[in-house]
């Protein structure tokens, strides 16, 4: 079933770095447990949101295949997941846009619903998912409205995440109840470990 919120949420996977520590493999195509990651981050968010979008600046027609738009960033080099939000803001017709990284395929089933919940009742601009111990910055939902400070700030050569929020009236949300959602693939050895990690999910009783 659909979150009652899904309606109002578009929901972009980041998958336009460089992905250094994976031997410049493009994460979001690596496959993990039987598929590529981003696959794993898609299905999570498909009853969450209302349109699910890509951002990627190579293996476009790849990343195409999985049924859902892309958007690469709209400057070269690489810039950062606040690029790929802003790409996502250039498109979306949703009162709030989610992001959510392609190497974290452990994606909560009820992220859009408790961030919708705590940016609706604070009427923050942005809201984020903290585990407990850290904050998870590419794990956040947004007001549409930051769309043109975001490109203005870009546009300025800023590129760093806490400077941008630190900007916003900001909300952190709790989900320490599901801290292992945020877990990340960055080389072969952490991809090898999740996969063992998600072994016993995967199997065919």
């Not at 846009?97 to 089933?109: E, F, G, I």
């Not at 850290?134 to 409205?145: G, S």
Request: net charge neutral; aromatic share 6%; hydrophobic share 45%.
């Amino acid at each position: 079933m659909p979150n009652d919120c899904a309606h109002a949420i578009t929901a972009v996977v980041l998958a336009g770095g460089r992905a250094t520590r994976m031997g410049g493999q493009d994460k979001g195509l690596v496959a993990l447990a039987g598929k590529p990651m981003v696959a794993w981050v898609l299905e999570a968010l498909a009853p969450q949101a209302g349109r699910r979008l890509i951002n990627a600046n190579r293996n476009l027609r790849a990343y195409a295949a999985f049924g859902c738009e892309v958007v690469p960033d709209t400057e070269a080099g690489f810039l950062g997941p606040l690029a790929g939000l802003a790409a996502a803001l250039g498109v979306a017709d949703s009162a709030f846009v989610l992001t959510a990284p392609c190497d974290s395929p452990l994606v909560a089933p009820d992220l859009a619903e408790r961030l919708h919940a705590a940016s609706v009742q604070s009427g923050a601009e942005i809201a984020v998912a903290h585990d407990g111990e850290r904050l998870q910055p590419v794990f956040a939902l947004y007001r549409r409205e930051v769309a043109p400070n975001l490109t203005a700030y870009l546009a300025g050569g800023g590129r760093k995440i806490d400077r941008w929020y630190a900007a916003h009236s900001l909300v952190e949300v709790d989900f320490s109840d599901r801290k292992e959602s945020f877990l990340n693939v960055n080389d072969p050895a952490g991809r090898e470990a999740l996969e063992a990690r998600m072994a016993p999910r995967t199997a065919v009783p």
